[in-house]
């Protein structure tokens, strides 16, 4: 709706009461643990992992129209990569961690953020093909195809609902995961094979 009355780029300002109100509410209502000391604020780290994921995004979004091999694109990549390593370095050596480190050598979390890695990115690519093809392939107005994706996030919200009190009888969230991947890609395959045998 935002981009029918006005512009695209309004989309992003959405989340600015939203997160106004958070921190709001949050200073109002939530109550610091006993025990639990102030933290420092990891300003390093912090803006090296801005400009690693910052240029890493634009690289990714430039190589469309300049080419992987134009010297903006490859330039962006390398300091996103040296922006990723300077983050491992600072952590490493900070007294308060933004990620402490030592957490990825927990197999359950280092599994879990890769399965999640993964998962989101099949999630988010395919709502961001698929609006386009509202939009490119059946024309559809910005407010139309909005609201064309309103059962997916109804169903995402409520799946996320039930995954919590399925992942207990499930043998964990591990199971639970198995079992979604697993279901996942039946569907996947079988709308394949549909769409083989209608062409």
Do not use: K
């Not at 430039?62 to 390593?85: D, E």
Request: charged letters at 15%; aromatic letters at 8%; hydrophobic letters at 60%.
């Amino acid at each position: 709706m935002l981009t029918d009355a006005a512009s695209w780029r309004l989309v992003f300002f959405v989340n600015v009461p939203i997160g106004v109100a958070a921190l709001l509410l949050t200073v109002r209502y939530v109550v610091r643990p006993e025990g639990h000391g102030r933290r420092g604020l990891d300003l390093g780290a912090q803006v090296a992992a801005v400009a690693a994921l910052g240029l890493l995004t634009f690289a990714l979004i430039q190589a469309r129209t300049r080419g992987w091999v134009s010297p903006i694109v490859l330039g962006g990549l390398v300091v996103a990569a040296l922006s990723a390593a300077a983050f491992v370095a600072v952590e490493r050596r900070s007294a308060d961690p933004m990620l402490p480190l030592g957490l990825f050598r927990s197999a359950a979390f280092s599994g879990g953020n890769a399965v999640g890695l993964l998962i989101n990115l099949g999630f988010y690519g395919q709502l961001f093909v698929v609006s386009l093809f509202f939009r490119d392939v059946r024309r559809m107005s910005p407010t139309l195809a909005g609201l064309a994706l309103v059962p997916e996030g109804i169903l995402v919200s409520l799946a996320s609902l039930a995954g919590g009190r399925l992942a207990a009888p499930m043998a964990g969230a591990g199971g639970a995961v198995l079992a979604g991947a697993l279901v996942v890609a039946i569907f996947v395959r079988s709308r394949r094979a549909g769409e083989a045998r209608l062409a």
